[in-house]
Protein backbone atom coordinates (compact mmCIF):
# COMPACT_ATOMS: atom_id res chain seq x y z
CA UNK A 1 0.00 0.00 0.00
CA UNK A 2 1.54 3.15 -1.03
CA UNK A 3 -0.06 6.94 -0.60
CA UNK A 4 1.83 9.48 -2.56
CA UNK A 5 1.14 13.41 -1.46
CA UNK A 6 2.15 15.69 -3.75
CA UNK A 7 0.96 19.58 -4.53
CA UNK A 8 3.34 21.22 -1.96
CA UNK A 9 5.18 24.16 -2.31
CA UNK A 10 6.62 27.79 -1.59
CA UNK A 11 4.12 30.48 -1.58
CA UNK A 12 3.52 33.45 -0.30
CA UNK A 13 0.68 34.71 2.23
CA UNK A 14 -3.07 34.40 1.12
CA UNK A 15 -2.17 32.17 -1.41
CA UNK A 16 -3.62 28.53 -2.78
CA UNK A 17 -2.20 25.21 -3.16
CA UNK A 18 -4.12 21.86 -4.19
CA UNK A 19 -2.62 18.66 -2.10
CA UNK A 20 -3.24 15.47 -3.82
CA UNK A 21 -3.29 12.18 -2.18
CA UNK A 22 -2.90 9.13 -4.61
CA UNK A 23 -3.27 5.74 -3.23
CA UNK A 24 -2.26 2.66 -4.51
CA UNK A 25 -3.02 -1.04 -3.53
CA UNK A 26 -5.69 0.00 -1.78
CA UNK A 27 -8.61 0.26 -2.67
CA UNK A 28 -10.04 3.71 -1.31
CA UNK A 29 -13.46 4.12 -2.46
CA UNK A 30 -15.14 1.90 0.84
CA UNK A 31 -12.66 3.79 3.05
CA UNK A 32 -12.12 7.51 4.92
CA UNK A 33 -9.29 9.35 4.45
CA UNK A 34 -7.25 12.62 5.98
CA UNK A 35 -4.62 15.30 6.01
CA UNK A 36 -2.65 15.68 9.24
CA UNK A 37 -0.08 17.98 8.84
CA UNK A 38 3.38 18.47 10.99
CA UNK A 39 4.84 21.53 12.00
CA UNK A 40 8.52 21.72 12.99
CA UNK A 41 8.86 21.56 16.63
CA UNK A 42 5.63 21.04 17.18
CA UNK A 43 3.20 17.20 17.53
CA UNK A 44 1.31 16.31 14.59
CA UNK A 45 -2.15 17.55 14.14
CA UNK A 46 -5.08 16.33 12.02
CA UNK A 47 -6.53 18.61 9.37
CA UNK A 48 -9.74 17.09 7.46
CA UNK A 49 -10.89 14.03 6.72
CA UNK A 50 -13.68 12.54 4.47
CA UNK A 51 -15.96 9.55 4.62
CA UNK A 52 -16.00 7.10 2.14
CA UNK A 53 -19.28 8.22 0.49
CA UNK A 54 -18.57 11.64 0.74
CA UNK A 55 -21.19 12.21 3.21
CA UNK A 56 -18.77 13.77 6.64
CA UNK A 57 -16.37 15.50 6.60
CA UNK A 58 -14.55 17.24 8.96
CA UNK A 59 -12.03 20.51 9.44
CA UNK A 60 -10.17 21.39 12.28
CA UNK A 61 -11.33 24.66 13.69
CA UNK A 62 -7.83 26.35 12.06
CA UNK A 63 -8.79 25.73 8.64
CA UNK A 64 -12.40 25.53 8.38
CA UNK A 65 -13.89 27.88 5.56
CA UNK A 66 -10.41 28.10 4.09
CA UNK A 67 -9.70 24.56 3.25
CA UNK A 68 -11.96 21.88 1.57
CA UNK A 69 -10.97 18.40 1.27
CA UNK A 70 -12.43 15.90 -1.60
CA UNK A 71 -12.15 12.76 -3.16
CA UNK A 72 -12.39 10.96 -6.75
CA UNK A 73 -12.83 7.05 -5.50
CA UNK A 74 -12.32 6.01 -9.32
CA UNK A 75 -9.07 7.88 -9.23
CA UNK A 76 -8.23 6.51 -5.64
CA UNK A 77 -7.14 9.94 -5.24
CA UNK A 78 -8.07 12.46 -2.16
CA UNK A 79 -7.53 16.35 -2.57
CA UNK A 80 -7.53 19.09 -0.15
CA UNK A 81 -7.94 22.58 -1.39
CA UNK A 82 -6.38 25.26 0.97
CA UNK A 83 -6.96 28.61 0.12
CA UNK A 84 -6.11 32.05 2.32
CA UNK A 85 -3.10 30.26 3.19
CA UNK A 86 -1.16 31.61 6.76
CA UNK A 87 2.70 31.51 7.81
CA UNK A 88 1.10 29.18 10.52
CA UNK A 89 -0.10 26.60 7.35
CA UNK A 90 3.81 25.87 7.15
CA UNK A 91 4.04 22.21 7.53
CA UNK A 92 4.45 18.73 6.12
CA UNK A 93 1.21 17.58 5.23
CA UNK A 94 0.41 14.22 5.65
CA UNK A 95 -2.37 11.59 4.00
CA UNK A 96 -3.57 9.15 5.78
CA UNK A 97 -6.16 6.09 5.72
CA UNK A 98 -7.93 3.43 7.45
CA UNK A 99 -8.99 -0.02 7.34
CA UNK A 100 -12.04 -0.31 9.75
CA UNK A 101 -12.47 3.56 11.24
CA UNK A 102 -14.08 6.08 9.86
CA UNK A 103 -14.78 10.03 9.47
CA UNK A 104 -16.61 11.82 12.01
CA UNK A 105 -17.53 15.02 12.45
CA UNK A 106 -14.93 15.09 15.26
CA UNK A 107 -12.24 13.69 13.03
CA UNK A 108 -10.71 10.40 11.92
CA UNK A 109 -12.27 7.20 14.00
CA UNK A 110 -9.82 4.24 14.14
CA UNK A 111 -6.20 3.27 13.42
CA UNK A 112 -4.54 5.25 10.85
CA UNK A 113 -2.85 2.17 9.13
CA UNK A 114 -1.13 3.74 6.34
CA UNK A 115 0.42 6.94 5.81
CA UNK A 116 1.86 8.89 2.82
CA UNK A 117 5.26 9.93 2.72
CA UNK A 118 4.62 13.85 3.09
CA UNK A 119 4.42 17.13 0.96
CA UNK A 120 5.92 20.67 2.24
CA UNK A 121 4.17 23.09 2.76
CA UNK A 122 5.32 27.06 3.25
CA UNK A 123 3.73 29.78 3.56
CA UNK A 124 6.05 32.65 3.50
CA UNK A 125 6.43 36.50 2.32
Known amino acids: VQLQASGGGLVKPGSSLRLSCSVS????????IGWFRQAPGKEREEVSC????????YYADFVKGRFSISRRSAQNTVYLEMNSLEPEDTAVYYC???????????????????WGQGTQVTVSS
Open 25 to 32: GFNLEYHA
Open 96 to 114: TTTRNGYCSGAGLVGERNY
Open 50 to 57: ISSDRSTT
